[in-house]
């Protein structure tokens, strides 16, 4: 087991297995079963943002001093798997607190990110190029993660070769190397990715010269990443905006940095709450990141208020109305929501169609939704949804992270018993469901493998 050395070590009296998950604790193979038709009503605070956090883990290696984290979302597995990832390569973690993280990469001992860890999460592609960047070498697997379509990692690449990294595809594996260091470059994206964004923004910081992102992706999480670099003394402009400039700098400095709410579990409790009707306050949490979602709930029926800290939703009584919505890059409709928002039109008045145009093969909720007694037809990137009277409990099992917790909000509302199989996606991405919403009155229980 790695620890901190005396001399570097900030006060923690926890080590590197922190992490780690103990023998006879949750398992991926564990079932969930709910008995729909509870109200939820109650508290629910919202975790820092997993697709934040993860990027910012990889900022992480861009310097040499510890980097804490607050707000971070420590029990989730892609945080266990990336922290894994990152201690192969000699990064010492330790756990301060539950949802505090420290991460310190004195020295990199490895600079290769192994098959057996990346096929659990695709997001260890995004030490690509904070590695290239102060290693001059990496090399990582092929990624894994979601089976939401291919989901190609042509733009890292592309953008790593443009600031002047040599790459080749071998083995499965991205290896990569920059003798002279990278190079800042002008990098057009032909399409906006979240990760092509983070990953090129962290190698510029250490790049010879500046860097130009153009049609770069805007997501709460790219500021949040954007605004902890800068807190490590890089200099990074238009972040929010399709073209963020990045000078690089020629060291980074360690920072403390809170993790962003998670705007996606907020707005999967925001549909939860319209669903199953009753007052959920949502703590924590930043309506401005859901705009989006706010006007098609509203349509729906929901009634939503901010004081800026928290959020509380409501809906009592009125039926819903469909509505439709088409996912795009941020600001417009997430798709990390479609699949929850599908199921909330599944009981709606008359019919809502849905537009997936972010990631093919999205729809692997709908056969799931369709056997509780939804009315969905998928055509194309589009899905019509018709409104039924009621879903029904079943035996489901879900294919994705979305997916899985759409099953959970149809199980909610369904006339008796669901049991969600392999709830593995679940645990890589919603912290303590099973409670939370139990706390809010539903009638929720997992049962071990
Ligand atoms: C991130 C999120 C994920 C979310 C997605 C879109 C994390 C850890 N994951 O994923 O939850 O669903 O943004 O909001 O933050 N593409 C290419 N070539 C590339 C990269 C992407 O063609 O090199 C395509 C993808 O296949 C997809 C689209 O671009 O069709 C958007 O993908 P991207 O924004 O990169 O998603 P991720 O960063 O993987």
Known sequence: MQQYAANTAPATTKGNDQLQQAPGQKSGMDKIRIVGGKRLEGIIPISGAKNAALPLMCAALLTDEPVQFQNMPTTLDDIKTLSAVLQEMGVIAATPAPDALILHAKSMTSHIAPYELVRKMRASVLVLGPLLAREKQAEVSLPGGCAIGTRPIDLHIDGLKAMGAEIELAGGYVKAKAPD????????????????????????????GETVLS?????????????????????????????????????????????????????????????????????????????????????????????????????NGRPLTGTDIMTEPYPGFPTDLQAQFMTMLTLCVGAGMVTETIFENRFMHVPELNRMGADIRVQGNSSIIRGVSKLNGAEVMATDLRASVALILAALVAEGETTINRIYHLDRGYENIVEKLGRCGADITRIPA
Request: net charge negative; aromatic share 2%; charged share 20%.
């Open 181 to 208: 260091g990278l190079k800042g470059a002008h990098i057009n994206f032909s399409k906006v990715s979240v990760g092509a964004t983070e990953n090129l923004m962290m190698a510029a910081c250490l790049a010879q």
């Open 215 to 315: 049609n770069a992706a805007r997501e709460p999480e790219i500021v949040d990443l954007g605004e902890c670099l800068i807190s490590m003394g890089a200099q990074i402009t238009g972040l929010g905006t399709p073209e963020i400039r990045i000078q690089g700098s020629e060291k980074l400095h360690g920072t403390v940095h809170r993790v962003v709410p998670d705007r996606i579990e907020t707005g999967t409790w925001m549909i939860a709450a319209c669903l199953t009707g009753g007052t959920l306050k949502l703590e924590n949490a930043r309506l401005e990141h859901l705009a989006a979602l706010v006007g098609p709930l509203e349509e729906a029926g929901l009634k939503i208020d901010s004081d800026g800290k928290d959020i509380i939703v409501s809906r």
